[in-house]
């Protein structure tokens, strides 16, 4: 029998599997089990398995990605309005999980940088993207003076960044959501 194996599913169910135990906490044997494939499967797809969690990561991305893109973009919301939306959403998103899962990017960053030399290059380029699109966003609203214009839109956007992703580890560490409301006040006093 021969069975056609969508690479999209596989990597949602590395997706999954990544944010909820961590890289090193995953198997390759656990991954193909839930994938619902073969080894020989698993294999013509992915060199290994930093290769598969490269491509989870980048998969991962991609989404988040597009969404921000989108998030972002809504011509019916001022820049700021759009940034606060899209934070609110991502919070909601960690409550409707129960706090188990963080982002995925910020994890692996956590877990491999130093350890995976492949994966340092990968997180960094990837941080560079959400960087990169939060940065436009409050570039669009400093134009209208929407936000403070004595810093760049990259601090603004690292700093907002580095705030989140501080408020995530301590959200999964503990499982409530104290710091993501904090969070979100100081991103506010941050901007004004």
């Known amino acids: 029998m021969n069975v056609k194996h969508d690479i999209k599913d596989i990597l949602d169910v590395g997706m999954r599997l990544f944010r909820l135990n961590g890289y090193h906490n995953t198997g390759t044997i656990e991954i193909i089990k839930e994938a619902g494939i073969s080894r020989g499967s698993f294999y013509n797809f992915f060199t290994d398995k930093e290769d598969f969690g490269i491509q989870v990561l980048q998969h991962y991305t ?21 940034i ?30 130093r350890v995976e030399p492949n994966f340092e290059n990968h997180t960094h380029n990837e941080f560079e993207l959400y960087v990169g699109c939060l940065e436009k966003a409050l570039l669009r609203a400093q134009e209208i003076n929407e ?36 969070f979100q006040k100081n991103m506010m006093e941050l901007l004004k």
């Open 62 to 82: 991609r989404g988040a990605v597009d969404y921000m893109m989108r998030s972002l973009n809504d011509p019916n919301k001022s820049p700021l309005n759009c």
């Open 84 to 113: 606060v939306n899209m934070f609110d959403d991502f919070i909601d998103t960690y409550r409707t999980l129960n706090f188990k899962w963080g982002c995925l990017l910020a994890g692996f960053s956590l877990e491999l940088s």
């Open 147 to 182: 936000i403070r214009t004595d810093k760049s839109a990259r601090e603004l956007s690292i700093a907002i960044f580095s705030l989140y992703n501080g408020a995530l580890l301590m959200m999964k560490a503990g499982m409530l959501d104290e710091p993501l409301i904090i």
